[in-house]
C-alpha cells in the first residue's frame, strides 16, 4: 500500500514569523521608549541634579571656620582675642603617601619628627576629606620654606585662620585656661562636622566650660579645583557658579573679674608660690582669681613642643596648678570667726567673760600639751579679743567644749568640704573633718575612732581640716554679708555674636546661713575688725587705710613639730614652712569685697598673707586720688557694643584683634 505524502504547509509557517516579528518588534518599540524616558529623565527632569554631581568632581567645599568669641573683663577689656594667622592644612583623601609627606615636612622643619605619630594618628580619626591643621601659626619664613617646595606635597597647603591671643600672657590663666590642639581624646565627644577645619578647642578654665558658647558655627565656601587638587577660576569654558556660607563668630564672654585688680594680685604674688581669690559678697562676683606661678596661655595655642610641656610638667614650682581651685592647705586660724559664731549660735559660750591664756592647754586627765603660737601668751582674753588677737589657747577650750560633730554641722553652710559650684570645673571639695568621715576615710579599725584631741587641733585650722583659696573667699564673702550665700561665678554675661546685645545671667543664691542672730555676727565682726586695727594684721593691713576692714591672720603649719621642740622657722627648709593665710572684707560696715590670700611656706600669716589682701583691697576700692571710691564705681560696667561682623571674601578673618596636729602656730 502506498504511503501518503506530506506537503509543507507555508501560510502557516508565515503566520508563525509575522506573529514573531510584531512581538519583536513591540519589545524593541518599548525598550526605546525607555530608554528614550530615561534619556528624559536624566537630561531634563533631574538636569540640575547630575550637573551639580558633575561639578562636584571639580569643585571642593572648604570649610570656613567661625572666629572664637571674646573673652573681655567687667569693663570691656579683652582678655582672650583672636589674630590672623598662617597654617598648614592637610586633606587626608588628597594626600598619596601620608608618611611621606609627614616626613617631608619633618626634613622642611615644619613639624617637630616626635609629633609624627600623634599626628598620623588624629589625621586618621578625621574624616578623609576634611581639612587638618598639622602645623599652627607659621612665619613668614615657614611660609615661604614651604611655598619653594609646595609641588611635592599633594592635598597640603596654607591657610589663613584665626587663632588665639592672650594680650596679657600668663595673666588670670588658670581661670581663663587656655586653647590646644585637638586630640583624639576630644573628637570622641566633639560634633566632628562642627569642627571641620577647626585646629583648637578649649581645654581648661572658662575657656572649656564655656567652649559651645566661644566656638560659633562654621561656614562653608566652594572651589574650583584641578586634577591636582589645585584651586582655580576656571576650567576651560566651564565657570561654575560657587556658593559660600558665612560663618557665625561664637558669643562674646563677660567675666566679672576686674583686670586692673587681677592685675594687682599678681604682681603682689610674684617670685612666690599661692594664690587669692577676692569676691563680690553681694553676688559672688569673682573680682580676682589668681593662681602663682603661672605659665603662657600661647605657648599651647601655637603648639606647644614636648621640651617646652616637659619643662613646666616638671617644675618643681608646679606652674600648671591651679592653686585657687585645686590647691588644698589646712586654714590654720582663720577659722576661728566660724568657730567663735558656732560658740555663740550654741551657747556653749559667753562672748563678754574673760579666760586667762598662760600660753598652753590641755585636756583634763591628759599630759599633753597644746601651745600658743610662737610660745608666747595673752592673758585674760573674751570671745572678741580672742578673734582680734588670735589666741590659741581660748579656740582651744572653746573647740573642745563645742564638739567635733557640731563643729561639722555648723560649719558645712559656709562651704567646707564641697565644691562652692563656681561655673568652670576642676574645683576640689578639701575635707571637713568629722566622726562619720573618719570612720569611712580610714581602713584599719584602730584609725576610725575619733579623738578628743582632733577636736582640739580643729578649732585653730589643723588636723585634718582642709581647705582650697576659692572656698576660704566664698567662707569670706558668707561672714562679709552675714550669712547670705551666693554662688561663685567668673562669668556674668554673653554678648550676642551677630546683633552685639549684652544677655546679663542672674546671680545664683543659695540658702542663707541662719543660725546666728544679728548680735552674734556683730560680735564676729569686731573680733575681725579688731584684728586689723590692733590685732594680729594692725601693722601689716590696718596702718593708714582710708577705709574700715575686717580680717583674720592665719598660720598653717606644713609639718608637726614634737612636744619637747619648738618651731624655729630660719632652721627649717623653705618648703617646710608654714603656709600665711589672711582672709578679710572691706568696708567691714558695708562689704563690696571679701577675699581669701595664702602665700606658701611664707610664714606668719600678717608677715606675707596680708600685706598682698591690703594691696588688692586698695586696687579695688580706691580711686587715682587715694579715696574710696563710692559703691556705683566698683560694680561692672558694660562693655561697648562691638561692631556688626564684616562681611566679605574672607570671612574667616572677621573680628581679628591686636593684643589690645599639736604645737600649733597662731595667725
Not at 104 to 124: C, F, H, N, P, Y
Not at 324 to 330: D, E, F, L, N, T
Not at 573 to 597: G, K, M, T
Request: include cysteine; proline fraction near 6%.
Amino acid at each position: 500500500m502506498a504511503r501518503g505524502v506530506h506537503i509543507k504547509d507555508h501560510w502557516s509557517e508565515q503566520r508563525l514569523f509575522d506573529q514573531r516579528a510584531i512581538v519583536a518588534a513591540a519589545i524593541i518599540v518599548m525598550l526605546t521608549m525607555g530608554l528614550l524616558g530615561r534619556l528624559f529623565l536624566l537630561q531634563v527632569i533631574r538636569h540640575e541634579y547630575y550637573t551639580e554631581l558633575s561639578q562636584g568632581n571639580r569643585v571642593r567645599t572648604e570649610p570656613i571656620p567661625a572666629a572664637r568669641g571674646l573673652i573681655l573683663d567687667r569693663h570691656g577689656e579683652v582678655v582672650a582675642g583672636n589674630q590672623p594667622a598662617y597654617q598648614l592644612e592637610l586633606v587626608p583623601e588628597e594626600v598619596p603617601n601620608l608618611q611621606t609627606a609627614l616626613n617631608g615636612l619633618v626634613q622642611l622643619d615644619l613639624i617637630r619628627a616626635e609629633d609624627v605619630d600623634e599626628l598620623r594618628k588624629t589625621i586618621r580619626s578625621r574624616r578623609p576629606f576634611d581639612s587638618v591643621p598639622v602645623r599652627l601659626r607659621m612665619s613668614d619664613e615657614d611660609v615661604a620654606r614651604f611655598a619653594v617646595r609646595r609641588f611635592e606635597f599633594q592635598g597640603l597647603d596654607i591657610k589663613t585662620r584665626q587663632t588665639r591671643s592672650y594680650p596679657n600672657g600668663d595673666l588670670a590663666v588658670h581661670a581663663l585656661g587656655y586653647v590646644g590642639a585637638i586630640s583624639e581624646a576630644d573628637l570622641a565627644h566633639i560634633d566632628r562636622a562642627a569642627y571641620s577645619g577647626t585646629a583648637l578647642i578649649g581645654k581648661q578654665g572658662v575657656e572649656s566650660a564655656y567652649e559651645t558658647k566661644l566656638h560659633g558655627v562654621n561656614g562653608s565656601r566652594e572651589i574650583l579645583v584641578n586634577a591636582q587638587g589645585r584651586s582655580v577660576d576656571k576650567q576651560g569654558a566651564f565657570i561654575p557658579t560657587l556658593r559660600t556660607h558665612a560663618p557665625t563668630a561664637g558669643d562674646d564672654i563677660v567675666l566679672a573679674m576686674d583686670l586692673k585688680v587681677q592685675r594687682t594680685a599678681e604682681e603682689a604674688l610674684a617670685g612666690r608660690r599661692g594664690a587669692l581669690v577676692a569676691i563680690d559678697p553681694n553676688n559672688g562676683d569673682v573680682i580676682a582669681m589668681t593662681s602663682r606661678p603661672g605659665f603662657d596661655p600661647n605657648l599651647f595655642g601655637r603648639g606647644i613642643t614636648r621640651d617646652e610641656y616637659t619643662a613646666l610638667k616638671d617644675d618643681i614650682d608646679t606652674p600648671l596648678l591651679d592653686r585657687a581651685m585645686r590647691g588644698v592647705y589646712p586654714p590654720g586660724s582663720t577659722v576661728k570667726p566660724v568657730i567663735a559664731l558656732a560658740g555663740l549660735a550654741y551657747h556653749v559660750v559667753d562672748p563678754d567673760q574673760t579666760k586667762f591664756c598662760a600660753g598652753q592647754f590641755h585636756l583634763p586627765g591628759s599630759a599633753h600639751l597644746y601651745r600658743e603660737g610662737k610660745g608666747g601668751h595673752h592673758g585674760w582674753m573674751n570671745l572678741v579679743e580672742a578673734i582680734a588677737k588670735s589666741c590659741d589657747v581660748y579656740f582651744y577650750g572653746l573647740a573642745d567644749t563645742i564638739g567635733v560633730d557640731r563643729i561639722a554641722s555648723f560649719m558645712a553652710p559656709f562651704g567646707f568640704g564641697q565644691p562652692t559650684g563656681l561655673d568652670i570645673t576642676g574645683e576640689l571639695k578639701g575635707i571637713l573633718p568629722s566622726r562619720e568621715w573618719k570612720a569611712s576615710y580610714f581602713k584599719r579599725p584602730a584609725d576610725k575612732m575619733w579623738f578628743p584631741g582632733e577636736t582640739v587641733n580643729f578649732g585653730i585650722g589643723q588636723g585634718y581640716l582642709n581647705v582650697t583659696p576659692l572656698q576660704m573667699a566664698h567662707y569670706a564673702s558668707v561672714l562679709a554679708s552675714r550669712g547670705k550665700v551666693w554662688k561663685p561665678r567668673l562669668v556674668t554675661a554673653f554678648r550676642d555674636s551677630l546683633t552685639g546685645e549684652l544677655h546679663p545671667l542672674a546671680p545664683i543664691r543659695e540658702p542663707d546661713v541662719t543660725l546666728a542672730t544679728s548680735e552674734e555676727w556683730d560680735r564676729v565682726h569686731a573680733g575681725m575688725v579688731g584684728a586689723v586695727t590692733h590685732g594680729t594684721a594692725a601693722l601689716a593691713v590696718g596702718k593708714n587705710a582710708a577705709y574700715s576692714i575686717a580680717g583674720k591672720t592665719g598660720t598653717a603649719q606644713v609639718f608637726s613639730v614634737g612636744q619637747n621642740e619648738k618651731y624655729n622657722e630660719k632652721t627649717v627648709a623653705e618648703r617646710l614652712r608654714d603656709h600665711s593665710w589672711f582672709i578679710a572684707f572691706a568696708p567691714a560696715e558695708q562689704p563690696r569685697i571679701a577675699l581669701a590670700v595664702i602665700v606658701e611656706n611664707g610664714g606668719w600669716g600678717a608677715s606675707a598673707a596680708a600685706p598682698i589682701a591690703r594691696k588688692v583691697l586698695d586696687s579695688y576700692l580706691l580711686g587715682d586720688d587715694g579715696k574710696l571710691k563710692p559703691p556705683e564705681a566698683t560694680t561692672p560696667l558694660t562693655p561697648p557694643p562691638k561692631a556688626a561682623p564684616q562681611q566679605g571674601p574672607l570671612p574667616d578673618q572677621k573680628r581679628a584683634t591686636t593684643p589690645p596636729t599639736s604645737n600649733q602656730q597662731a595667725g
